[in-house]
């Protein structure tokens, strides 16, 4: 028996809490637009960040069939990238938790416990981790992502999703009593995101000063909601210097840090620039999707997270191997069964998860140039 099922089967202990503290949000002034995320786990999250490329031939698979290995009826989605991206991965190539295109599309996950996806019927079906790279491979505006969310049947656990494009487009995807529930345009007034359902949140928003409320908001106070300090931070934005914007979202994500914060990441969105940092490696460093070639005629590169570089680390990526992924994957599962959730991920209908980990791992060597 491996460490790794061993660990999945239950023998281990965990006290640490449950964690909903992931946060996204979109500022925009004039010609210049961001988003920030935090990605929250009470542990530490390993990844890489992959250089997704053009012109390659995938197929859809679901969460079912990674942990089973037993195919649905229901037929395989196919599809070409039609775009290059840049994506933040925590359990393997092809499965990322976010990311930019070079159309400058944005997508980003945040823990929805009330997900509810709909039932697998003769609709092509998908891990909710792959639809997001099968966004980022196949679209450019936020509308064409909404027209997705009501084609494709996911699987997986719970997410709702932050969807932004580089002319300022703005939705919420949820996935609630086995429907998409979306919001967008005027019916998303706060550009922000948190680990509650959009409308809750925004109801509890007007309790607070500046919103129709009387309730202060003390940007100090941890107690207060994330959404209520984002939204207030969001509304300020006039006052803060151009050349401070960059700044100004890595405040914004500190304030809605509530000690769980794994990785934090800015996108300039018209510049194609995202600055990272993580729990690890604290420094911000940044990336520039104009220095990488997207052609798949050339190696997929990557560059792990947690990487302890300074500046521009643009030409720090080097070439993919399937052995990169599959010690990224095992690693993840390690960390992974500290956290409460896992075994209302994984536990419940998995085979072996020495398996669950070659499928996954195996995947990308499914995708085809050309």
Request: hydrophobic share 35%; proline share 4%.
């Amino acid at each position: 028996m491996s460490k790794v099922t061993s660990l999945i089967r239950g023998e281990h202990e965990s006290s640490a809490p449950r964690s909903r503290g992931c946060s996204t949000f979109m500022l925009s002034r004039g010609q210049e637009l961001l988003v920030g995320h935090n990605l929250d786990e009470p542990r530490q999250v390993p990844g890489m960040i992959v250089i997704n490329k053009r012109s390659v031939s995938k197929a859809s698979c679901s969460w079912h069939e990674l942990l089973t290995s037993e195919e649905l009826a229901s037929p395989r989605m196919r599809w070409v990238s039609k775009y290059g991206s840049v994506t933040f991965n925590p359990i393997g190539r092809e499965f990322p938790d976010g990311g930019l295109n070079e159309a400058g599309l944005s997508i980003h996950e945040m823990r929805l416990t009330e997900t509810e996806y709909r039932e697998h019927d003769t609709g092509s079906s998908m891990f909710m981790a792959q639809w997001v790279q099968y966004l980022l491979d196949s679209f450019e505006s936020v509308e064409q992502v909404l027209g997705s969310a009501s084609q494709i049947v996911l699987d997986g656990w719970g997410w709702h999703f932050f969807v932004s494009d580089r002319q300022g487009g703005c939705a919420i995807v949820e996935f609630l009593a086995g429907k998409p529930v979306i919001h967008s345009g005027q019916s998303v007034p706060v550009h922000a995101l948190c680990n509650t359902q959009y409308s809750r949140e925004m109801e509890v928003l007007k309790g607070y000063e500046g919103f129709g409320g009387n309730q202060d908001i003390d940007l100090g106070d941890k107690n207060l909601p994330r959404f209520v300090h984002a939204a207030h931070m969001l509304g300020n934005l006039q006052a803060v210097a151009p050349s401070s914007l960059v700044d100004y979202s890595f405040d914004i994500l500190r304030t809605v840090e509530r000690g769980t914060t794994q990785w934090s990441y800015v996108i300039d969105v018209p510049q194609l620039k995202i600055y990272f940092r993580t729990s690890v490696a604290t420094t911000v460093k940044h990336l520039d999707l104009g220095a990488f070639g997207f052609s798949c005629e050339t190696p997929v590169e990557v560059l792990d997270i947690d990487s302890g570089l300074t500046g521009d680390v643009s030409e720090h990526f080097h070439a993919y191997t399937p052995e990169i992924n599959r010690q990224l994957i095992i690693k993840s599962f390690e960390s992974a069964t500290s956290s409460p959730d896992f075994e209302e991920i994984v536990g419940s209908g998995c085979d072996s998860v020495d398996q669950l980990i070659d499928r996954m791992a195996n995947y990308p060597e499914t995708t085809v140039c050309g």
